[in-house]
Each structure stands twice: as structure tokens, then as C-alpha cells.
């Protein structure tokens, strides 16, 4: 495992979404040290910690490891809208996607 794309991804995916190590070590209930320690190389998350990181970050685990993928969190926020769409309407998108492409 490349622990430094970990660290590197962490600090990635909370500058995308805005907090500080501080802040996202208290939110997610540890001492306000506790991201700084794992960014800095001292430490790892446990699976449960990882799991609940993801989730905080707003992406999911495989995304957080697809290096291609540009921000995580807001494509995954696209996708969970989407669920609630008619296929219909799934279809326009996917249809208006492809004509962004083009360009």
C-alpha cells in the first residue's frame, strides 16, 4: 500500500471540502492532532477510522483511491442526485454530457 498517496489524498479531499486538519479531527471526534498525525506519517487510520473518513469526505472508499478522479466528492454528490431521477431524465443528462464532450 503507497501510504503516502493516503496522506496525500486526505489533505486532497478536506482542502476540496474545506476544513482544516483541526477542524476535521474534532468533527470526526478525535483530538484536534489526530489528521495532522496521520498526514505527517505517523499514523494510519484503522479500517473503521478510513470507513468513517470516507464518509465524512463525502466520497466512497474506491473513489478515494482512483487517482483519476479529479473531485471525488463532487461527482459522487452528482450520482446520488441522480438516483432520485426518472430514466428519463438520466437520459437527457447522459445525452448533454456527451454534447459537452464533443466540444
Known amino acids: 500500500m503507497d501510504t ?3 496522506r496525500k489524498r486526505i489533505t ?4 476540496e471540502k474545506g476544513v482544516s486538519e ?3 479531527s474534532l468533527d470526526m471526534g478525535h483530538s484536534r492532532s489526530y489528521i495532522q498525525s496521520i498526514v505527517s506519517g505517523k499514523s494510519l487510520p484503522s ?4 470507513l468513517y473518513m470516507c464518509e465524512y469526505l463525502g466520497v466512497t472508499p474506491s473513489a478515494f483511491f482512483d487517482e483519476q478522479m479529479k473531485n471525488p466528492a463532487l461527482l459522487q454528490k452528482a450520482i446520488d442526485e441522480m438516483r432520485s431521477l426518472p430514466d428519463k431524465d438520466i437520459l437527457s443528462l447522459l445525452s448533454l454530457i456527451e454534447r459537452f464532450k464533443e466540444k
Open 4 to 6: 503516502d498517496f493516503v
Open 22 to 24: 483541526y477542524q476535521m
Open 12 to 15: 486532497q479531499l478536506r482542502m
Open 47 to 50: 479500517m473503521t477510522e478510513f
